[in-house]
């Protein structure tokens, strides 16, 4: 893999979806910020299914928190992890209230201290929200970077510092959107669609499948 495979990696991935962004159902900021909390070891589509009864009823700091755990949990008990993911949410929304005025700060060290906010979460919003050059290394990502090649790494924080230092600037923005739905319907876990990629050519993946 070099920087001219890498940049038309990009370029064609740019093609094919000019704009892309999270599969996260959200109206604001803060709604981001839960989905993400809230979709760790879970499905966009199972997160997106319990917010769209939670967000009409309690969609800000203030009308979450005066749910409570008890009652956030009955908004959110299909998605998995859920009894600790009510808890680190309703935390959140206190630290929020009490600290920022209800709003989501554009920071990363304010954002990783909130309960529940890793590194992962906190790229993810300051990337979608904000439109900072950030990459959340997610299990898909990781994959799609090792398999092709573009960044290999033993470990995400790895994989994130060499996909900041390798995708080119003008594609950083959203290469975290590119990577991720790349990862989700054709760089697959099990048996990837090579045959249907549009990156096979440049891709360095030893072991590529015939066309389905």
Same mark, same amino acid.
């Not at 499905?43 to 009652?71: C, H, M, Q, R, W």
């Not at 709003?103 to 990783?112: C, K, N, Q, W, Y």
């Not at 959340?136 to 090649?149: E, P």
């Given at each position: 893999?070099?920087? %001219?495979? /890498?940049?038309e990696i990009f370029s064609r991935f740019q093609a094919g979806t000019l704009k892309p962004t999270s599969e996260l159902?959200? !109206?604001?900021? *803060?709604?981001?910020l839960i989905s993400v909390l809230l979709s760790a070891q879970a499905? !966009? %589509?199972s997160v997106n299914k319990a917010t769209a009864k939670l967000y009409p009823v309690a969609n800000t700091p203030e009308t979450i928190f005066a749910l409570g755990v008890d009652g956030l949990s009955q908004y959110i008990r299909t998605i998995g992890l859920f009894n600790s993911k009510a808890k680190n949410t309703i935390a959140t929304c206190k630290i929020l209230i009490e600290q920022h005025h209800s709003l989501v700060p554009e920071d990363r060290v304010a954002l990783e201290a909130l309960p529940g906010v890793g590194r992962k979460t906190a790229n993810v919003v300051l990337n979608t929200a904000f439109g900072h050059p950030t990459i959340a290394v997610d299990t898909h990502i990781f994959r799609v970077s090792n398999r092709t090649g573009i960044a290999p790494g033993k470990d995400v924080v790895v994989v994130e510092k060499k996909l900041i230092? *390798?995708? @080119?600037?003008?594609f950083k923005v959203d290469a975290h959107h590119w990577l991720i739905l790349h990862g989700r319907y054709t760089c %697959?876990?099990?048996? @990837? /669609?090579?045959g249907s990629c549009i990156i096979e050519d440049l891709c360095d993946y030893k072991h590529k499948t015939d066309p389905e």
């Amino acid at each position: 893999m070099n920087k %001219i495979k /890498r940049h038309e990696i990009f370029s064609r991935f740019q093609a094919g979806t000019l704009k892309p962004t999270s599969e996260l159902k959200y !109206d604001s900021t *803060f709604e981001l910020l839960i989905s993400v909390l809230l979709s760790a070891q879970a499905t !966009d %589509i199972s997160v997106n299914k319990a917010t769209a009864k939670l967000y009409p009823v309690a969609n800000t700091p203030e009308t979450i928190f005066a749910l409570g755990v008890d009652g956030l949990s009955q908004y959110i008990r299909t998605i998995g992890l859920f009894n600790s993911k009510a808890k680190n949410t309703i935390a959140t929304c206190k630290i929020l209230i009490e600290q920022h005025h209800s709003l989501v700060p554009e920071d990363r060290v304010a954002l990783e201290a909130l309960p529940g906010v890793g590194r992962k979460t906190a790229n993810v919003v300051l990337n979608t929200a904000f439109g900072h050059p950030t990459i959340a290394v997610d299990t898909h990502i990781f994959r799609v970077s090792n398999r092709t090649g573009i960044a290999p790494g033993k470990d995400v924080v790895v994989v994130e510092k060499k996909l900041i230092k *390798f995708v @080119p600037t003008e594609f950083k923005v959203d290469a975290h959107h590119w990577l991720i739905l790349h990862g989700r319907y054709t760089c %697959i876990a099990r048996k @990837p /669609r090579c045959g249907s990629c549009i990156i096979e050519d440049l891709c360095d993946y030893k072991h590529k499948t015939d066309p389905e």
